[in-house]
């Protein structure tokens, strides 16, 4: 057997500190261990997205990742963009008013793909929309509202 | 837990990686940005005894012009760094208009050119464009290292001239003869998804404008990276016309290459890519090199 090893991450500006075996997944550490449960697991191999966090500002697939990788590192969840439980964020509140989720099991993936893609792109074409969300899958809604949603967000964004 | 258990080492020095890897080589796996390897471990394809982390190796995250004007490239740089770095696209304009096409930004995020190279997918861009740039490797050991040419690294799916105890640390591209022009081809089902046939392309006019030299390297289409040296060859000395691409398209896809069918694409189909693809990567990079600015 792997013995246990610390981490000490910061997760959405707090920190936490575990000793943890080494194949433990982030993914997992996340909702195991924090019960940070807002960020989902879907394909485990890195496939479909719908595990996105942000590591050290980017977006990561946290389930390709091992929890001790993240030793030292701060990382972004899909409960650290709210302001608060009355105050969505920006790009939260577009979803809901575009209907860019349905059973809503991707959505904390795209949102963590999105947020620094619209940081980097605030202008962003629908086929750039489009190429941005490739790493993600979505089931339900067609994609065609979750564009739609980036779009309002975007626009939001440009006129405040 | 999905991966099997594993001891864990995160040297904080190369010095220190390559006296774990003497140790353990043939033990240990090397991780890098894991976009392949932890996958792989979650499926439990791969159970190594030790994962050896680089990750704390930050002496090999580098990006810098050489003194001949090529690149120098830390095996730990990350591929989103050449995407963004101005000095890609200066010095091997082929590699920066080849990034964006690996998978999708969250992988290119952790990926690593290292990784990429180490790893050995046929089906993946880095190796392909690697060989079409005449890239060489620097693969070091306890006490030693030893440089070998792209071509000769890549000896077979998933499989190069690595021994156990050897590292991939870094990767010279050699600079781009004056008047070069670059293409990089590549279809896809979706955006993201591996290749079922790629191109990297390079063109060199000589002084009457004819082609001098050309090199067409594909992925997907075998168990490494191929080069169609026979196709090249027709290109020599011609114009780089209709007719002259054409005939190195119908030669590349015809008799350099042995595509297996798969469940996305048949023998056929994917040789039809082949030939459409070389015959787009061809006219742009000609149309570049007559535009070049040199």
């Known amino acids: 057997m792997s013995g246990t090893y610390k981490v000490a991450v910061t997760v959405n500006g707090q920190a936490h500190e575990r000793d943890v075996e080494p194949r433990l997944l982030l993914s997992d550490f996340l909702r195991h261990e924090l019960n940070l449960t807002g960020t989902h697991v879907g394909c485990e191999h890195g496939v479909c997205g ?101 779009q309002q967000a975007a626009a939001k964004r440009r006129a405040s | 837990m999905k991966p099997a258990p594993f001891e864990y080492q995160a040297p904080k020095s190369l010095e220190a990686a390559l006296d774990v890897l003497a140790r353990h080589g043939g033990d240990a796996k090397v991780l890098a940005g894991g976009q392949s390897l932890i996958p792989v471990l979650n499926f439990r394809l791969a159970q190594p005894a030790l994962l050896v982390d680089l990750n704390r190796v930050s002496e090999l995250d580098f990006l810098r012009r050489s003194e001949d004007g090529g690149l120098r490239i830390g095996a730990l740089t990350r591929q989103r760094r050449l995407e963004r770095d101005a000095v890609v696209k200066e010095a091997a304009p082929l590699l920066a208009e080849t990034v964006p096409w690996i998978a999708h930004p969250q992988i290119r995020n952790r990926g690593t050119v290292g990784g990429s190279l180490a790893h050995a997918d046929p089906a993946a861009e880095l190796p392909a464009v690697a060989v079409a740039l005449r890239a060489r490797f620097r693969l070091a050991k306890a006490g030693g290292e030893r440089w070998v040419d792209a071509k000769e690294f890549f000896a077979g799916l998933f499989t190069t001239a690595l021994e156990p105890d050897e590292l991939l640390t870094e990767i010279a591209l050699p600079p781009l003869p004056a008047r070069t022009g670059w293409s990089f081809q590549e279809i896809a089902r979706r955006h993201g998804d591996y290749a079922m046939v790629g191109v990297a392309a390079l063109v060199t006019l000589g002084d009457d404008g004819r082609c001098r030299e050309a090199r067409l390297v594909y992925l997907s289409v075998g168990d490494r990276p191929v080069e169609a040296r ?46 459409v693809l070389t015959g787009r990567a061809l006219r742009t990079a000609a149309e570049r090199a007559r535009n070049g600015r040199s």
């Open chain 1, 50 to 150: 719908a595990c996105t966090v942000l590591f050290d500002g980017e977006p990561v697939r946290s389930c390709i990742l091992l929890a001790v990788q993240a030793d030292g590192h701060a990382v972004t969840t899909v409960e650290g963009l709210a302001q608060g439980p009355e105050q969505l964020h920006p790009l939260q509140e577009a979803f809901w008013e575009c209907h860019g989720l349905q059973c809503g099991f991707c959505t904390p993936g795209f949102l963590m793909t999105l947020v620094p893609f619209l940081e980097e792109n605030p202008d962003p074409s629908e086929a750039e929309i489009r190429q941005a969300i490739s790493g993600n899958l979505c089931r339900c809604t067609g994609y065609q509202h979750i564009v739609d949603a980036v």
């Open chain 2, 230 to 275: 026979g196709a090249a060859a027709l290109l020599a000395g011609s114009d780089l016309g209709p007719d002259a691409i054409a005939a190195a398209a119908d030669k590349a896809s015809r008799d350099e290459m042995n595509p297996r069918t798969d469940v996305h694409a048949t023998t056929e189909f994917k040789r039809h890519l082949a030939r």
